[in-house]
């Protein structure tokens, strides 16, 4: 997959993105989003702590790669 919005629309990252939402509930979010001006796909979490953020990162950007989806994967995880 080469669109930037392969990644956000892709049923399997949309899954996992689901399963951390459900796992943050009301200690943090998650966002994916693609740059507008960049074949770049944005991973963002924010949970109370920095392992948390990795872990939730990690999981939802091994899923864009697995998933082959041609873009740079951007991740973000602040605290």
């Not at 919005?5 to 951390?20: I, L, S, T």
């Not at 939402?21 to 943090?28: H, I, K, M, Q």
């Not at 074949?39 to 082959?68: G, L």
């Amino acid at each position: 997959m080469t669109d930037k919005k392969a990644a956000r629309n892709d049923p399997a990252v949309q899954e996992a993105v689901n399963k951390v939402a459900e796992a943050l509930v009301d200690t943090g979010r998650i966002l994916v989003r693609e740059f507008g001006t960049e074949p770049v796909v944005r991973v963002m979490v924010e949970a109370p702590d920095h392992d948390t953020c990795q872990k939730y990162v990690d999981k939802v950007v091994n899923v864009i790669c697995k998933r082959d989806i041609k873009n740079k994967v951007n991740d973000d995880s602040g605290h």
